[in-house]
């Protein structure tokens, strides 16, 4: 009776698992954000960390699908709009909206009467340029800890969005440029929906960012007037003007075309500024594409889930803080980087 009992208790087998190849649901036979090549993963977003080619099938968003096939070339994509539930082996999947960037998706996947969900990337702040995040209840979460430090507390979008502004004036008054350095997919078409509307002249686009900004504009959002750098004539006065470029192009020989330059950097690492000041950077501006310290932290409680397995980032604050309110959080070794963040 005993032993009967005791089994009948004990814990079901986890419906996802980490590999050293990605995520796993052995039930569904598929992984999730897989890093090695695989028969079949599903894919939450198209940062370079998420999205690798070599699979044999991929499952996305609908809205991600052009960011993936321009990122990842001729694949073989299936798209599913957000909500849609499909069953795949022994599991019903569906994905839904993470608000990190167009796209961008979290995976919910219910065997029985267990609910897992990832999160992948995600934030809660509304963003134009994205759909807005979805509360999901589970029992299982695993989430990002990519700032999981309560130090992280954003300001807002608009105030940083009027920090930028008032640097183009200054700017403009001393004679230079104004080189802001982004993300190219996401961070770089978050900036220019911000500025839609506020700025004289159009921004100054770095050839890295044409397509990712296209894509966007395909999907409908609204956008800062924009011109490329190469399309614009060398003896252009760039006193005022607004360009963005990415990270990599800082220090480069491209720049010598603007003559005199401050530079910027949007990112969520430059609340800290040290890291400012290690990059070389004139201003830093606050904008992250994920969640701060109390989203994740409302986020996991408001799931409901008992048990947080944390990937990203560094969760020494975050596991015991978890553990303090009786929630079982432990940390997953994932190959995720923070290649869309990174300040080093
Ligand atoms: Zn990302
Ligand atoms: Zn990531």
Redesign the pocket.
């Known amino acids: 009776m005993l032993a009967a009992s005791a089994s009948a208790n004990a814990p079901p087998a986890d419906v996802i698992t980490l590999t050293d190849k990605g995520l796993y649901c052995a039930a569904g036979d598929f992984f999730i954000d897989a890093w090695k090549p695989v028969h079949r993963t599903l894919v939450t977003h198209g940062?370079s960390?998420?999205a690798h080619v070599g699979m044999g099938e991929y499952y996305c968003s609908t809205t991600s699908e052009s960011i993936l096939r321009w990122r990842l070339g001729e694949q073989n994509i299936h798209a599913l709009p957000f909500g849609q539930t499909i069953t795949m082996g022994e599991v019903q999947v569906s994905l839904h909206p993470a608000g990190h960037i167009l796209g961008s998706a979290q995976v919910r996947v219910q065997q029985g009467n267990a609910v897992w969900v990832f999160t992948g990337?995600f934030k809660r702040e509304p963003d134009p340029t994205c759909e807005a995040f979805e509360l999901l209840r589970c029992d299982t979460l695993i989430c990002?800890a990519t700032f999981a430090y309560p130090v992280y507390a954003w300001p807002t979008m608009a105030h940083e969005v009027e920090r930028i502004e008032r640097w183009v004036a200054h700017c403009k008054e001393q004679g230079k440029a104004a080189v802001l350095y982004a993300y190219s997919l996401g961070k770089a078409q978050r900036v220019l929906a911000g500025l839609a509307g506020k700025l004289d002249a159009p921004v100054l686009l770095h050839g890295a960012m044409a397509r990712g900004t296209d894509i966007y504009r395909q999907a409908g959002i609204a956008l800062a007037a924009t011109e490329m750098v190469a399309d614009v004539p060398t003896d252009t006065d760039f006193a005022g003007r607004m360009v963005l470029a990415p990270p990599s192009a800082q220090d480069s020989a491209w720049l010598k075309r603007f003559k005199q330059v401050e530079q910027g950097f949007a990112s969520g690492w430059m609340l800290l500024r040290g890291n400012r000041r290690r990059r070389n950077m004139q201003r830093g501006f606050v904008i992250s594409d994920h969640a701060d310290w109390q989203e994740l932290v409302d986020t996991v409680t408001e799931s409901g889930a008992q048990r947080v397995l944390a990937t990203?980032g560094n969760t020494d604050a975050l596991i015991p803080y978890l553990q303090s309110l009786g929630i079982q959080a432990e940390r997953l070794r994932t190959a995720?980087g923070?290649e869309e963040e990174a300040a080093e």
């Open positions: 940062h960390d998420h990337d990002e990203h995720y923070d």
